[in-house]
């Protein structure tokens, strides 16, 4: 292979010529890129648009999950994961929860930040004074980008200059706090926050006698832990007599406090735990044209905020009483940037009835607790594999086309062995040929 | 609404006749959700049976990125992703980087983890001891499900009894260290350890003067911090003569460490500047059919292992020497798992060779340095907006079907002004109607 000169203006067809004398790809490759393209020009423009030198799409499966009852509504919620048994689990645990009260939920916050790094030579009560002098100018050089979002109930809601860090000298950033509507605001942040940069150098130039400030970069902030909701289901312990014929409905309340505090304490566990309350999340934030790479670096970076990395949920047993609770921050938009663009991500947002950005955080959180209670619930009862290889083993069934006999004697075969597709196939040519021989 | 029953029994129409009659879809959600089917039936089917419920498909546009020099081969990397231009700044910096030496990787271990948490009432040092006595049986007790894995090279690693933590008294877990070979192998894992738990308490149930064992649950963690891998790219620092008509190649190699810095020691750029990291490597996770979550979840914890969210990566300038380098554990297979089962997924591993896991986390690694580096070069320089808003604009006057004329009105109306589709839509609408006037 050779570098490339000119790659991004080459057509659909040169790419993939070029990729082929390069890398000799199978007719079948080359067939699916082809078929994967949507079927209407305009619409396939419309994916093709969204990133860079793109030649195909790729597919995730969109489930429904309903039965979700969230403050009182029931909603069926759209759900884009590749991961088999999910959409299963939340919808399973969704409608259990039905049964008991539903999921409540609560927006703590909607603050969003945005930060502009400099360094500054001089003294830092200068620099505080100069700012606190000219802070009303440099917010009102930026209200021709602010005025429309104001409109909206959003705009800058606080600024301040922040000291770096000591193993940083002389560094210092505009640590400033936004609201964005019903938007994620990741334009106009980055947007005000340059504005802002250029402002105060010059503000600082005509003076240098005191000090000279340098800007680094301006950016918001994926960390928002003021954007924060809350989230949890609530019952007498009763409710789970009949959970598990080894377990008691005390028992099993008891047991899942358990498997909870070990995720508090061992990392080892809560990453695995959250993992699995991101499960739930991510599919709401893929299905609403979101961005889970922002929503999961916010959310574990909050899980490690007191020192050491711990489980985002929690749970509470005392007289007979179960609370099962959720806190995670999360910034979402259901206007602008691809909710409007992505057809798909339009349908679901329609699936929801085109929720407000602060009823998209309670409805991923839920999706979240839903999930975790479900893995935690199979975690103590029957374990994780049962359930997994249950509906894998039904999929590889269906794919390699077996009789219902065949998957009887199939599932009770593997039932204690390690299940896999080239095993599961192997052993249905030997029973196929063994009845051809009788 | 109401509550539904049997939802999951619903053929795809059913489900969607209830939902709309729940809901009401519009016409254009409707078939929205019918076009996104794959159009061969056979393809629709794994689609379809890779998660639950499911009625239709969710595009992510497949880039490609050439000319990612690892290791000195030569690559063109399939990237799934929704957020424009991080297939552009990996393309970018790949082909900087192949001019000068390429990305250097090194898998420095692919430990996966896995634990069986239990209590057991009894003394700690008995229990150490009868699991001193008793793990080749409990090895060998699972011999039948780790001898496929064995013959690829895998296996269990390692076996000991940990105490969980001083809040959490009578609580233990069996820390077991795997190899999985190509394989991500969290079926494998789990199915082990379920094993595992089930041995563990039969050896323990004949002796219960000495204390009463009670297995919580075994599953895998997805921390894995000794799946490890590294990559770097290093230069002399006169290759950023070009970088920037503002900055010498010196001053573009110390505001690149300034800025890498502030990342090191401020949680709130940490979270952004790793964000950037997984833009890169999820569009890879993604194309290859691996698990996201997971490798989320493992990657920011591991930022979080010194007790303050750091970055992932680094800078060194040193007598005129410039080393950027990345360590991230990932948690990956090509084998297994979704990556013989998505069409498109397979496709991905054929772009790239059909690597070894190993050579997928260095990949991956490769993709999120090179996606680090695009983004902190256009924030010390241009700034972030100008990038984005560039190719933003592009798209949505293509998608509103402006002429020559009417983009280059647009990009010198825009040049100053806060960018949404709603404005241009209204501004080409007012130039067009100035323009039957006229």
Request: with cysteine.
């Amino acid at each position: 292979m050779q570098i490339v000169n000119g790659f991004s203006k080459f057509s659909r067809s040169e790419k993939l010529n070029w990729l082929n004398r390069e890398t000799n790809l199978s007719q079948q490759t080359l067939e699916i890129l082809d078929t994967h393209l949507h079927r209407e020009e305009a619409i396939q423009e419309v994916y093709g648009d969204l990133s860079e030198n793109t030649v195909s799409n790729y597919y995730l499966p969109l489930g429904l999950a309903p039965n979700f009852l969230i403050n009182g509504d029931l909603m069926t919620l759209p759900m884009v994961i590749e991961e088999s048994s999910v959409v299963a689990a939340a919808s399973h645990s969704a409608k259990f929860w039905a049964l008991h009260g539903g999921f409540h939920t609560n927006v703590l916050g909607t603050s969003k930040v945005g930060q502009v790094h400099f360094t500054w030579s001089g003294d830092p009560e200068t620099l505080q004074a100069i700012f606190n002098q000219n802070m009303v100018l440099l917010l009102n050089s930026v209200t021709p980008m602010t005025r429309k979002m104001e409109k909206r109930g959003g705009g800058i809601t606080s600024m301040e200059i922040h000291s770096a860090h000591p193993e940083l000298p002389r560094h210092y950033h505009l640590f400033v706090r936004f609201k964005t509507a019903d938007a994620m605001g990741a334009n106009f942040i980055n947007s005000v926050l340059e504005s802002l940069a250029s402002q105060l150098s010059q503000m600082l130039e005509n003076d240098v006698s005191e000090g000279r400030l340098e800007i680094i970069m301006s950016i918001l902030s994926n960390y928002t832990p003021e954007s924060l909701v809350q989230c949890y289901v609530e019952a007498k312990t009763e409710v789970f007599r009949n959970m598990s014929p080894e377990l008691s409905a005390d028992q099993f309340a008891r047991k899942f406090q358990q498997a909870a505090d070990i995720a508090t304490h061992d990392p080892y566990r809560a990453v695995t735990h959250n993992k699995g309350i991101f499960n739930g999340m991510d599919a709401l934030i893929l299905a609403t044209g979101n961005d889970f790479r922002a929503v999961e670096a916010c959310g574990h970076a909050y899980a490690s905020r007191n020192g050491s990395y711990s489980s985002l949920s929690r749970v509470d047993v005392s007289e007979g009483s179960f609370r099962f609770s959720l806190e995670v921050p999360l910034s979402v938009g259901t206007v602008g940037g691809l909710t409007g663009v992505h057809p798909m991500a339009r349908a679901s947002l329609e699936i929801l009835g085109n929720p407000s950005a602060e009823l998209l955080m309670q409805i991923t959180a839920a999706a979240g607790l839903a999930n975790n209670f479900s893995a935690i619930r199979s975690l103590i009862t029957t374990g994780i594999q049962q359930g997994h290889m249950k509906m894998h083993l039904g999929n590889m069934l269906r794919q390699l086309k077996a009789s219902k006999e065949e998957t009887r004697r199939a599932t009770r075969y593997f039932a204690n062995r390690t299940l896999s597709y080239s095993d599961l196939s192997a052993y249905l040519d030997s029973i196929r040929n063994q009845n051809q021989q009788e």
